[in-house]
């Protein structure tokens, strides 16, 4: 799917993870962002066909990142961290092939807390 992709592009941190249950001071519990595993990734920018195609459903998603592509997938990451702000993990493409020249898309939302849309 992704091919032609310069390696040097994936040069900032991914942090995947879940929500998982924390204690709050008020003795709580309240979803929070637990990190599984941390991969290199890059922004992917579309082209003029693709903006267009995707014109209605800009809604649905802030950012698409690039990653190697991996045979497990995410993992069942459902959350991420890009630049010290949360986003909720809305969709995949993986590359079916499994070369040394495929990446994966991940596009990602902004939110505000784990749990909250």
């Known amino acids: 799917m992704v091919r032609n992709i310069n390696p040097s592009r994936l040069n900032t941190r991914l942090h995947l993870g879940v929500a998982a249950p924390v204690r709050t001071t008020q003795g709580t519990m309240q979803p929070d962002f637990k990190e599984t595993e941390t991969v290199w990734c890059g922004v992917y920018t579309m082209t003029v066909n693709q903006q267009i ?25 459902k959350y991420a961290r890009f630049k010290d702000l949360l986003y909720e993990i ?27 849309s």
Do not use: C, M, Q, Y
């Open 53 to 77: 195609s995707t014109l209605g459903a800009s809604d649905n998603f802030d950012l698409i990142l690039i990653i190697r592509h991996r045979e497990s997938g995410l993992n069942g990451a």
């Open 90 to 116: 809305t969709g995949t493409s993986p590359e079916w092939s499994n070369t040394a020249h495929s990446f994966d898309l991940v596009t990602i939302k902004k939110v505000d807390r784990i749990g909250i």
